[in-house]
């Protein structure tokens, strides 16, 4: 039996890492076999993306990114993900293809020219996550996440937030660019997608879920992709018991 390609996508602060390690414990607690992997990766291949990434001096153009991610991607397809889902693993990935059509997208190259760049060798995913949060919160999980301390945002002149120290990491120009690729995250839909909030409202007020809660939710809709009737059947039944289907 295959195994299943599972890709967890999002905004920076969105807990991606967090969720797929803990997806992952879920999936061995049900007895299957389960792999975790990453994009950029720990190739060469990713290593060079990360060490560009953190090169502040280094400008390079979208094409050249797209050639870097694509190149990575490749390498980490064919040596890793595919060999894996071939012997039945599960395979939980941090990001994928859908980050390129959404940052590299954002530097301007078009939607198909991605696309044809991954044909006939991408496999597609049996299900793709996309945690969403709004870019504010996201930063201040993200701040938290890397000094642990809180953050708060205030409101500045033209209703753009700022953490109220005015953090220059963390600046309105990097709240404005997660804004646009949360935007473009939204536009992607498709049967084996799903889009969750990884925030719920609590009175008047938002909170973040458990962890615990989004791999409930990312375990249901696995479920119900994979064991369609067996899901419906769990429903029925638990409406009988609880005083008849209504």
Same mark, same amino acid.
């Given at each position: ?42 190739? $060469?291949?990713?290593?060079? %993306? @990360? ?6 001096? +280094?400008?390079? *153009?979208?094409?050249?990114? !797209? =050639? ?56 597609? $995913?049996?299900?793709?996550? %996309? @945690? ?6 996201? +930063?201040?999980? *993200?701040?938290?996440?890397? !000094? =642990? ?98």
């Amino acid at each position: 039996m295959r195994g299943r390609f599972i890709v967890i996508e999002g905004i920076d602060g969105t807990g991606k890492s967090t969720l797929a390690a803990q997806l992952a414990q879920a999936l061995r607690a049900r007895g299957r076999d389960v792999l975790l992997t990453n994009e950029p990766t720990r190739l $060469p291949s990713g290593r060079l %993306i @990360l060490e560009r990434l953190t090169d502040k001096s +280094l400008k390079l *153009t979208a094409h050249e990114w !797209l =050639g870097m991610f694509v190149c990575d991607r490749r390498m980490n397809i064919d040596t890793i993900v595919k060999p894996a889902l071939e012997r039945g693993t599960d395979v939980i990935q941090d990001r994928s293809f859908y980050s390129t059509l959404v940052y590299q997208g954002e530097m301007g190259i078009s939607a198909p020219e991605i696309l044809r760049r991954h044909e006939g060798w991408h496999p597609k $995913p049996d299900l793709v996550v %996309i @945690l969403d949060i709004a870019p504010r919160f996201g +930063l201040a999980r *993200t701040r938290k996440r890397t !000094l =642990g301390v809180g953050q708060r945002y205030v409101r500045q002149h033209g209703q753009k937030w700022i953490f109220n120290d005015g953090d220059a990491p963390q600046s309105t120009e990097k709240l404005a660019f997660l804004q646009r690729i949360r935007r473009r995250y939204a536009r992607i839909k498709g049967p084996n997608i799903v889009h969750i909030s990884v925030r719920r409202h609590a009175g008047e007020d938002w909170q973040d879920k458990t962890t615990d809660e989004l791999v409930a939710e990312v375990l249901h809709e696995l479920d119900i992709r994979s064991n369609p009737r067996e899901v419906i059947d769990n429903r029925r039944y638990a409406g009988d018991s609880g005083g008849g289907d209504t």
